[in-house]
T-cell receptor
Framework: KAGVTQTPRYLIKTRGQQVTLSCSPI?????VSWYQQTPGQGLQFLFE???????NKGNFPGRFSGRQFSNSRSEMNVSTLELGDSALYLC?????????????FGPGTRLLVL | GQQVMQIPQYQHVQEGEDFTTYCNSS?????IQWYKQRPGGHPVFLIQ?????EVKKQKRLTFQFGEAKKNSSLHITATQTTDVGTYFC??????????????FGKGTKLSVKP
């Protein structure tokens, strides 16, 4: 099976802009989670989608949003970018949702905000 | 809220030395998972432990889950340069939490001097 894919892999934006990142999960996986990874904060959970519904949400401002499509592909959007949003954004898929489902991570999108 | 603490944050070893990283949770976990992230890469699932007191081995890696299901350890025997990376533990927490279904530790970054 093909792994989790994320596009784009690298992105440079300026403050105030918005960005949309895309994630295609492993075939058959219905849950998609998004994480932000920075050197100082480690892996921080953004949100999880399952069957097009947001099931869990982390402690991030409303500028961070996401959605999931009927084919399980997911997008996340960050509006009004700030310098602190520079990070590696990881998408992970799992077969279902629930206690401690194993996460299969994509290669990530590295976002740099100038 | 639920937390998973991981120590040490960094570990530098000489090739051939052993390495151990420890995880402690503030609450009882449903399971514990371990992930490895190579430099420039993304987290890759290594193993899942579910039972109290469980011990699993993968070649030179030994994983343990504590009797109370609140702590875990990863031990690498005779490290090699290929072991370089950051090792994350992730605890299966309460479904619907603000940290998602998995609560990640901050990771232990292992460097190996040849």
């Amino acid at each position: 099976k093909a792994g989790v894919t994320q596009t784009p892999r690298y992105l440079i934006k300026t403050r105030g802009q918005q960005v949309t990142l895309s994630c295609s999960p492993i075939s058959g996986h219905r849950s998609v989670s998004w994480y932000q990874q920075t050197p100082g904060q480690g892996l921080q959970f953004l949100f999880e989608y399952f069957s097009e519904t947001q099931r869990n949400k982390g402690n991030f401002p409303g500028r961070f949003s996401g959605r999931q499509f009927s084919n399980s592909r997911s997008e996340m959007n960050v509006s009004t970018l700030e310098l602190g949003d520079s990070a590696l954004y990881l998408c992970a898929s799992s077969y279902s949702t629930g206690f401690g489902e194993t996460q299969y991570f994509g290669p990530g999108t590295r976002l740099l905000v100038l | 809220g639920q937390q998973v603490m991981q120590i040490p944050q960094y570990q530098h070893v000489q090739e051939g030395e052993d390495f151990t990283t420890y995880c402690n949770s503030s609450t009882t976990l449903s399971n514990i998972q371990w992930y490895k992230q190579r430099p420039g890469g993304h987290p890759v699932f290594l193993i899942q432990l579910v039972k109290s007191g469980e011990v699993k081995k993968q070649k030179r890696l030994t994983f343990q889950f504590g009797e109370a299901k609140k702590n875990s350890s990863l031990h690498i025997t005779a490290t090699q340069t290929t072991d370089v990376g950051t090792y994350f533990c992730a605890g299966g927490g309460s479904y619907g939490g603000s940290q998602g279904n998995l609560i990640f530790g901050k990771g232990t970054k292992l460097s190996v001097k040849p």
